[in-house]
């Protein structure tokens, strides 16, 4: 009766969570709106653009470079450990690019090429990331004298690839989380393919030891360099805002493959985050619904192995299995019986019998947190902008891979490789 009771407490604890973080998400995404200053201090002659490139595709990396030239922007491109043809491309528009001789990683690369940053902002770019003239403007108009750093509105370049649909809809649904817990003060991650920073805010912690190779429990580690740089914004008293209306396009993952790789980085970053938050003891500054969240969603995988595992054990020692048994229904499922609809029949007027406290509880713990994701998926919808209802039912697909992703990061993610790029 002790351990039932255990069963109980945990199924229930664990609903709660699920339908309050859908709630909550749903409710405070669909209501951020952040504070806008359309007269700033910041013209766009302020900002330079740093670029780390390692052998991205040069057509795609020439357009990008071309969308930089179009707004007037300064430019400082990167080779990390990769020259030609990437420096005539970025002199033909009058950048400056500086070439590592060896790789060294993206936080190598930012370190080197902000040394060179005189502007009074800097804006860091992927290479493989568009811009225009007006995300650049919008940019401008979040940076209000409490903001640190401004992350632009991450969409993907339009593909025939089901892969464009699967990554558009995962970063829909990273923007409906950052939403909700941008309305408290800050988000909780700007994406490093586009975020504008203050550069004498960022720079000292971009040249640093720390950040050129950062350590946990003293084994060097190489992790999110965008997220580190959020934390380290909203930790020196600075907001960190979500431009939700500063559009930016990327390019999607070229395969289901590629995706994988990629949501498996940026989780195996999560969990690292997460515990040089907790070990540092400065998760609790960034607010209860931020941390409600990150200890939420780096906890599921765990909890949800635990909830199937509960749930199994409470059908094989429940009165309905022994009834199931007793009656041969389940020998005649085993032995191949075709006669399905009696079946089921059986099983439901079983399932009747069994006490209407364990039917309540059965009902709470699974149908529940099924009903609270519909508002999510109705949230989730308005934010995708293109073929809603191709890119929401392909989309699910990233919810299958990053579940799988999850589990496959928390038993690796001491591992080094954090590229996305094979190439």
């Known amino acids: 009766m002790l351990i039932l009771g255990a069963h109980v407490m945990f199924l229930m604890s664990s609903t709660a969570l699920t339908i309050t973080y859908f709630i909550l998400t749903t409710y405070y995404g669909l209501k951020y709106k952040p504070k806008r200053c359309n007269n700033t201090n910041f013209t766009k002659s302020d900002i330079t653009v740093l670029i780390p490139v390692y052998k991205e595709d040069v057509r795609l990396f020439e357009q990008v470079i071309e969308s930089i030239a179009r707004i007037g922007l300064k430019l400082i491109v990167v080779g990390d450990g990769v020259d030609e043809p990437y420096r005539s491309i970025v002199k033909k528009h009058e950048g400056l690019f500086i070439s590592l001789k060896k790789r060294s990683g993206k936080r190598v690369a930012l370190s080197e090429g902000i040394k060179y940053v005189t502007t009074k902002l800097v804006l860091l770019l992927d290479s493989d990331t568009i811009i225009s003239k007006d995300s650049i403007e919008k940019l401008l108009n979040y940076m209000t004298e409490d903001v640190g750093g ?7 370049i ?3 690839k089901w892969s464009y649909y699967y990554a558009e809809f995962f970063e829909s649904m990273s923007e409906l989380v950052n ?5 408290f003060g800050s988000a909780i991650i700007l994406s490093g393919q586009c975020v504008l920073y203050r550069t004498d805010l960022i720079k000292p912690y971009v040249l640093s030891e720390e950040f050129r190779n950062p350590r946990i429990f003293g084994r060097k580690m190489i992790l999110s360099d965008d997220r580190d740089l959020t934390e380290y914004v909203i930790i020196k008293g600075y907001k960190a805002v979500k431009a939700i209306d500063a559009i930016v396009y990327t390019k999607p993952p070229n395969d289901v493959m590629a995706f994988a790789k990629q ?3 940026w989780t195996r970053a999560n969990y690292l985050i997460f ?3 907790i070990k540092e003891g400065v998760i609790n500054k960034r607010g209860l619904i931020y941390s409600f969240n990150v200890t939420y969603l780096n906890m599921l995988p765990l909890l949800s192995i635990l909830f199937l595992f509960l749930d199994i054990h409470s059908i094989l020692n429940s009165h309905l299995f022994e009834r199931i048994v007793e009656k041969g229904i389940l020998n005649v499922l085993l032995t191949g019986g075709t006669n399905l609809s009696l079946i089921s029949v059986k099983i439901f007027e079983h399932f009747l019998r069994l006490r209407p ?6 009902i709470i713990t699974h149908i529940l947190p099924t009903i609270s994701i519909i508002p999510f998926s109705y949230a989730l919808a308005k934010l995708i902008m293109r073929e809603k209802l191709k890119t929401f039912l392909i989309g699910t697909i990233a919810l299958v891979i990053q579940y799988f992703a999850s589990f496959y990061a928390l038993l690796t993610f001491w591992k080094q490789n954090w590229s996305s790029r094979d190439s």
């Open 357 to 362: 406290s364990l039917i309540a509880i059965l």
């Open 263 to 265: 949501v498996t980085r």
């Open 150 to 156: 401004v992350g632009a509105n991450i969409r993907m």
């Open 158 to 160: 339009k593909s025939k």
């Open 275 to 277: 515990i040089k938050e």
């Open 179 to 183: 939403r909700a817990v941008n309305y």
